[in-house]
C-alpha cells in the first residue's frame, strides 16, 4: 500500500468498525463464550481478480491484534470457484465481527479489480492506459483505486487537491482556455505548488488555445470521435500527454487507443461494477 492511502485507509476502517459494530455485536456477546477460539476460510465463489486481501488483514488485526491470518493467494491473483485466499485463526468474537466489514470491501474491490482487468485485456498490445476517474462510492475512493491498479489500470488523480484539471465549467466561468491555463499556472507559482494541469478541450482549436497560453502536463480530448482523436493526437504532436473521455464504451474503446491516444479514463471502471461472491466461513 502507498504511504499516502494509509491514513484514508484507517479511517475508512474505523467508520467501517463503527457503523457496524456500534456499542457491541449483541449476537456474538450473547451466545459466543469470550475465550472460545475459531479458524475461518476466505472462500473465493467466482472467477475474477482478487483484491482486498491486504485490507482484510488490515481489519483482522485491528479488531485484534492476535488474529493468525495464513496467506494463500495474493491481490491482482486471478481465482475461481473453490479458491481460498486465506485462512484466519482467532477469537470467535472477533472473527465474526470482522466477517461482514471484511466481505464487503474485498467483494467490491474484486469487482472493480475484475473489471477494470477485463478493459485492461482489450487494450492489449497498445501504449494506451486506461484510468479511473472520481466516480467512486464516497469514503471508499482509496479501496476503489487501489483496486484499479490491482486490476492492471492507472489511477487518475485521487481528489481535487493532487492535480488541477480544468473542465469545460471551469473554463466557462474563468472566461476561456487561456485564462483557465494561465490562471492555473500563476496560482501554482504563487501557492509554491508542483502539481500537475490538465486542460479539457472540446474541438481541435482548443488545442491551439491551450499551447498559445503556455502548455499543460495533458491535454483531455472530450467526446471526441475516432477521427478527431487521430487527428488531436497528430496536433499535439507529443508535446504533452493525451487522454480521451467521455462516452467511450468497452466496444469502442480500442478504436481510440489506435489513434494514439496515451490515456483513456473510464467511470465505469468503479460506478458500474459486479461484485465477485466470495465467503468467509468456518472450517477445521
Known amino acids: 500500500m502507498k504511504a499516502e492511502y494509509k491514513p484514508f ?27 472460545e477460539q475459531g479458524r475461518m476460510r ?9 483484491a482486498g486481501i491486504e485490507i482484510a488483514e488490515i481489519v483482522l488485526q485491528r479488531l485484534d491484534p492476535t488474529m493468525k491470518f495464513e496467506q494463500l493467494l495474493h491481490d491482482g491473483d486471478r481465482v475461481k470457484p473453490g479458491d481460498v485466499a486465506f485462512y484466519v485463526s ?22 472493480v479489480a475484475t473489471q477494470t482487468a477485463f478493459y485492461v485485456k ?16 464516497p469514503g471508499m475512493r482509496v479501496l476503489d483505486k487501489m483496486a484499479v491498479k490491482i486490476g492492471g489500470g492507472e489511477n487518475h488523480r485521487m481528489g481535487l487537491f493532487d492535480m488541477i484539471l480544468l473542465k469545460d465549467n471551469h473554463i466557462d466561468f474563468a472566461g476561456g482556455i487561456r485564462q483557465a491555463v494561465e490562471g492555473a499556472k500563476q496560482y501554482l507559482k504563487e501557492k509554491g505548488k508542483n502539481i500537475p494541469i490538465e486542460c479539457e478541450v472540446r474541438s481541435l482549436e482548443d488545442i491551439d488555445e491551450v499551447f498559445a497560453a503556455g502548455g499543460v502536463d495533458r491535454i483531455m480530448f472530450d467526446n471526441f470521435s475516432p477521427e478527431m482523436t487521430r487527428e488531436a493526437v ?17 466496444e469502442t474503446m480500442r478504436s481510440y487507443a489506435e489513434c494514439g491516444v496515451d490515456f483513456i479514463s473510464v467511470g465505469a471502471l468503479t460506478h458500474q461494477i459486479k461484485s465477485l461472491d466470495m465467503s468467509l466461513k468456518a472450517c477445521e
Open 9 to 35: 485507509v484507517d479511517e475508512l476502517i474505523e467508520l467501517a468498525i463503527k457503523e457496524d459494530i456500534g456499542d457491541g455485536d449483541h449476537t456474538s456477546l450473547c451466545c459466543i463464550p469470550a475465550s
Open 122 to 137: 482489450h487494450l492489449e498490445g497498445l501504449h494506451t492506459k486506461v484510468l479511473d476517474t472520481r466516480k467512486t462510492t
Open 90 to 111: 482467532g477469537g470467535l468474537r472477533s472473527l465474526l465481527q470482522a466477517e461482514r466489514i471484511l466481505l464487503n470491501i474485498m467483494q467490491r474491490m474484486s469487482g
Open 42 to 50: 476466505l472462500l473465493c465463489k467466482q472467477e475474477g481478480v482478487i
Open 234 to 250: 497528430k496536433k499535439v504532436a507529443g508535446r504533452c500527454e493525451t487522454e480521451s473521455s467521455g462516452g467511450i464504451t468497452l
